[in-house]
Structure formats: structure tokens, C-alpha cells
């Protein structure tokens, strides 16, 4: 069973990763406005708010029990996420929301473009950008060529197992 280093120097279990990875896929659909509830996007990524409030207690709060549970705006959880960079597709630990939501909307942004539902000028507004410090692919040119050499297709998830991290 492979296993992840946390804070104290206790260890993950890959199921433990794995609900995590549910949590904040969860919190994110919520904050996309995709769930009108955290209980509702809690189901519709397979877990529970019991797991959240477990596993990512500082994304959310509560005033009182029985209370309204609200997703906090953004949080430091750190997740290994696929980007896209000049020198292929390559994992990254994005560093909080933010990262892990400019991740997310580069590689929609990347695919989009690759289809023609975008223009390459899209990828512009990524120039200089870094997710865990992998700075994304910005040029058109180098996802071209990146695209033939098969390296875009391996962009089928955002977030990685931690046998593909390893």
C-alpha cells in the first residue's frame, strides 16, 4: 500500500488520499456554483460532508450545530495535480485553492484550444504562470508540438493517485 508523508510525520493511506482528493474535488464543484449544497456536491463526487469536515476541516465552517456548513472562499490544502508545461505533462503539488483552480482552468483552457472552441491567443493569459512551481505552457507553438508527441493526452485527470506521484 502506498502512503503519503503528513504534517507530524504520520502517514496517508492511498484510500485516505483517495477520499481527500473526493473532498476537494467536493468543495470545488460547490464554490463553481455546480451544487446548490456541500451535502449535494458531497454525493455527486462520491463522499460525505462527515469525511470533509474529517479530512478538510479548515474549508469549511459552521456557526452552530445544525447550522448552515459554508465552503470557505479558499484554503491551503495542497493536492498533486497533471500540468501541462514546456517540457510535457508532468506532476505538481498545487499549493492551496488558487493553484489547484488556475490548474483546473489551464488544462480546460488547453483543451479547448486544442479543439477550436478557443483561439490560441486563450493561452496568453497564462504566460508566467506556475502551479507548484511548473510554470504552464503558454505558447501555442509548444502545445503543438507537445500535442504530437502525445503528451495532451495523458491530461485525462486533474488531480493524480499517489502511484502516479511517486
Given at each position: ?7 507530524g510525520g ?9 477520499r481527500?482528493?473526493?473532498?476537494l474535488a ?15 456536491a458531497a454525493?455527486?463526487?462520491?463522499t ?29 490544502y ?20 488558487r493553484?489547484r ?8 483552457t488547453v ?13 496568453e493569459?497564462?504566460?508566467?504562470k506556475?502551479v ?6 503558454s ?8 500535442a504530437q ?18
Amino acid at each position: 500500500m502506498r502512503t503519503t508523508k503528513k504534517k507530524g510525520g504520520k502517514r496517508d493511506s492511498h484510500g485516505e488520499q483517495d477520499r481527500r482528493v473526493r473532498g476537494l474535488a467536493a468543495i470545488n464543484r460547490f464554490r463553481r456554483g455546480h451544487a446548490k449544497s456541500v451535502s449535494a456536491a458531497a454525493r455527486a463526487e462520491g463522499t460525505t460532508v462527515r469525511t470533509i469536515r474529517k479530512l478538510l476541516p479548515t474549508a469549511i465552517s459552521q456557526d452552530r450545530p445544525g447550522g448552515r456548513i459554508r465552503v470557505k472562499r479558499t484554503d491551503r490544502y495542497s493536492a498533486r495535480v497533471q500540468v501541462l508545461t514546456t517540457q510535457g505533462s508532468v506532476s505538481a503539488t498545487a499549493r492551496g485553492s488558487r493553484q489547484r483552480e488556475l490548474a483546473g482552468q489551464h488544462r480546460a483552457t488547453v483543451i479547448r484550444v486544442l479543439r477550436g472552441l478557443e483561439p490560441e491567443s486563450a493561452l496568453e493569459q497564462y504566460r508566467g504562470k506556475m502551479v507548484g512551481g511548473r510554470e504552464l505552457v503558454s505558447d501555442f507553438a509548444a502545445l503543438s508540438s507537445l500535442a504530437q508527441a502525445g503528451d495532451v493526452g495523458q491530461l485525462d485527470s486533474l488531480y493524480v493517485s499517489q502511484d502516479v506521484a511517486a
